[in-house]
């Protein structure tokens, strides 16, 4: 199994502060990454698909970047409804893994 | 719009079975694999398996691949997954998901919670 390794666990920030997000790959997956948003007691969704791919109705505020074993989730400029939890998910293996997730909370 | 609703969902003993089952609707079912992914207590967040458009196809995380089984039926557009010979770590928030040809879940459910307590 390719294990995603998500830091940090949680970050706590002020809205107006840009962050970034880390997920390490256990084995290089190319771009095989994408990033989910999952807010309180809602369904994730898709925010980044391929490493850095951007998807339709996504802010323009989330980038994502990287390849190979290290990827980055970039928010720039946090704003409130940001507050959330964000997983990485491969796509390189037929066994898809997610990672642990980085819980973004206000300062 | 699309849209994924499940349901089956509930309090469940040890050793039972469970059908969850997925309606979906606002896209041609037929034509997407769909997968179902759990979201534990703890927030952990895994995949369980997925089945081909057509059905012919399924592959699972091996840890569940003996008890749990997806199927599908496309003229109802709905999604199943059996649960079977449950256990108290299989409780969790159970999603439907459809994948996208891309290898990722673009659509999620709702979810619906299955609880295994005696």
């Known amino acids: 199994n390719i294990v995603l390794t998500q830091s940090p666990a949680t970050l706590s920030v002020t809205p107006g502060e840009s962050v970034s997000l880390s997920c390490r790959a256990s084995q290089s997956i190319s771009t095989s990454i994408h990033w989910y948003q999952q807010k309180s007691n809602e369904s994730p969704r898709l925010l980044i698909k391929?490493?850095?791919q951007s998807i339709s109705g996504i802010p323009s505020r989330f980038s994502g970047s990287g390849s190979g074993t290290d990827f980055t989730l970039s928010i720039n400029r946090v704003e409130s409804e940001d507050f959330s939890i964000y997983y990485c998910q491969q796509s390189y293996s037929s066994l898809y893994t997610f990672g642990a997730g980085t819980k973004l909370e206000l300062k | 719009e699309v849209q994924l609703v499940e349901s089956g969902g509930g309090l469940v003993q040890p050793g039972a079975s469970l059908k969850l089952s997925c309606v979906a609707s606002?896209?041609?079912?037929?034509?997407?694999?769909m997968s179902w992914v759990r979201q534990t207590p703890g927030k952990t967040m895994e995949w369980i398996g997925d089945?081909?458009?057509?059905?012919?196809?399924?592959n699972y995380v091996p840890s569940l691949k003996n008890r749990f089984t997806i199927s599908r039926d496309n003229a109802k557009s709905t999604l199943y997954l059996q649960m079977s010979n449950v256990r108290s770590e299989d409780t969790a928030t159970y999603y439907c998901?459809?994948?996208?040809?891309?290898?990722?879940?673009?659509?999620w459910g709702q979810g619906v919670m299955v609880t295994v307590s005696s």
């Open positions: 606002g896209f041609t079912f037929s034509d997407y694999w």
């Open positions: 391929y490493a850095s």
């Open positions: 089945i081909k458009y057509d059905g012919s196809y399924t």
């Open positions: 998901t459809r994948v996208n040809s891309g290898y990722y879940f673009d659509y």
